[in-house]
């Protein structure tokens, strides 16, 4: 069974920094790209950040653009989102994403299959 | 204000039919493929359309998907009370070169 287990939420100042987790189980971690996606107290979903299996590529929302940072350790099946120079904008519930690809003729189109639960992220004084 | 433009609510009759609209522009839903997620109260996304009308396995054949040019929509027929929940359209954009949402559309069954 495929699970996705968010942590590392919590309060913190403007200006401070969190470090998200996503531990990933009942897959091979390894060869899914992976994504953040928040969503901000009675608002909607926010794609945040994306990751490529490996590693080696990474994009981002402008919004979070030079202050977040998403990695991923295949080896311990986690995947994280280090979050600097937080705002009150950033206060929303995080989540972590599966996605996979549907190929058919000759193409690929892409979707999120899975979510984790979410995590909590307030921002405030 | 949201990339992809849904009406903020719907409601319809137990066993009738609702569609929900989802409009985007030539850089996402004209040029790629549209998922639909379903978000109960207080729960994670859920997927439920991929690829404009494809189901995954386990969704209800009571929903379907379409899409025409920049436009998409999603059909549940047959409402039952369960389907009450917030309802998101997505398509990756080219111009701004990431994912793009909807604002969510909540559907209440009367």
């Not at chain 2, 850089?27 to 991929?50: C, E, F, H, R, T």
């Not at chain 2, 436009?71 to 997505?90: H, M, N, P």
Request: with cysteine; net charge neutral; glycine share 10%.
């Amino acid at each position: 069974e495929v699970q996705l287990v968010e942590s590392g939420g919590g309060l913190v100042q403007p200006g401070g920094s969190l470090r998200l987790s996503c531990a990933a189980s009942g897959f091979t971690f390894s060869s899914y790209w992976m994504h953040w996606v928040r969503q901000a107290p009675g608002k909607g979903l926010v794609w945040v950040s994306r990751i490529n299996s490996d590693g080696s590529s990474t994009s981002y929302a402008d919004s979070v653009k030079g202050r977040f940072t998403i990695s991923r350790d295949n080896a311990k099946n986690t995947l994280y989102l280090q979050m600097n120079s937080l705002r009150a904008e950033d206060t929303a519930v995080y989540y972590c994403a599966r996605d996979v690809a549907y190929c058919s003729g000759g193409s690929c189109v892409y979707y999120f299959d899975y979510w984790g639960q979410g995590t909590l992220v307030t921002v405030s004084s | 204000q949201s990339v992809l433009t849904q009406p903020p609510s719907v409601s319809e009759a137990p066993r009738q039919r609702v569609t929900i609209s989802c409009s985007g522009s030539s850089s996402n839903i004209g040029n790629n493929a549209v998922n639909w997620y379903q978000q109960l109260p207080g729960k994670a996304p859920k997927l439920l359309i991929y690829y404009d009308d494809l189901l995954p396995s386990g969704v209800s054949d009571r929903f379907s998907g379409s899409k025409s040019g920049t436009s998409a929509s999603l059909a549940i027929s047959g409402l039952q009370s369960e389907d009450e929940a917030d309802y998101y359209c997505a398509a990756w954009d080219d111009r701004l070169n990431g994912w793009v949402f909807g604002g969510g559309t909540k559907l209440t069954v009367l």
